[in-house]
């Protein structure tokens, strides 16, 4: 079970379009998410992938290389992993959408005087990023975590009616070992799955468009 739990509020620097109504169940119509551009250490060409739930409430990003470590066998640069990822998200005519959650998971191996950092923000192209939200972890910790990020109603940032624009997701990971001693000892921090069952969840809010 996932055992580290940790919460934020985004902040949004972009006030919500006038043009669109209330609150709207999610479309009928299947929307589309597919990755245009993918930068960064922790997301080599070829391990990130984008899944949509089958009720079009929330898209999954996948990792399978995404590792941030200090120690024995790390490199200087080991310590900081980051990943910039461009995705093109079709919606049914009639519909816009905004990211009220979003749940990022892992795993984390830190020893007793180490620590991890999770990092992430998101937005639409052409408008403010959310905050830059942080997740802190301390050492000694051995298990699954995750960290959730939410958005009041009110503060939800919905993509442009009419328009395609790129959803940007920019997230990192750090372990630093602190006190613990790094020629002896590894401290590391995940939020990749060989598998698949471990994901990063965006939960999608819909509003009609006039």
Same mark, same amino acid.
């Given at each position: 079970m996932l055992s580290a739990m940790a919460a934020? *509020?985004?902040?949004a620097f972009t006030a919500v379009s006038p043009a669109v109504a209330a609150d709207a169940d999610p479309p009928s119509g299947k929307i589309g998410v597919d990755i245009v551009t993918v930068n960064g250490s922790g997301c080599p060409a070829g391990t990130a992938a984008v899944a949509v739930a089958g009720d079009n409430s929330a898209? *999954? $990003?996948t990792y399978s290389n995404y590792l941030a470590k200090v120690g024995v066998d790390s490199s200087t640069t080991d310590f900081r992993k980051n990943c910039q990822l $461009?995705?093109?998200v079709s919606v049914p005519q009639g519909f816009t959408y =905004? $990211? %009220?959650q979003a749940d990022y998971r892992g795993f984390a191996s830190l020893q007793g005087g180490a620590s991890g950092l999770q990092r992430a923000s +998101? +937005? %639409?192209q052409g408008q403010s990023p959310t905050a830059q939200n942080s997740h802190s972890f301390a050492g000694?910790?051995?298990d699954n975590w995750q960290a959730t990020d939410r958005t009041e109603s009110a503060q939800i940032v919905y993509a442009p009616c009419g328009e395609r624009r790129m959803f940007n997701i920019n997230t990192e990971l750090r $372990? +630093?070992? =602190?006190?613990?001693d790094p020629k002896t000892t590894t401290s590391f921090m995940t939020m990749d799955s060989s598998d698949g069952s471990v994901? *990063?969840?965006y939960h999608v809010a819909w509003k009609t468009c006039p």
């Open positions: 934020a *509020t985004i902040l898209f *999954t $990003v $461009v995705l093109e =905004g $990211v %009220h +998101y +937005y %639409h000694p910790f051995s $372990v +630093y070992s =602190g006190t613990s994901s *990063t969840r």
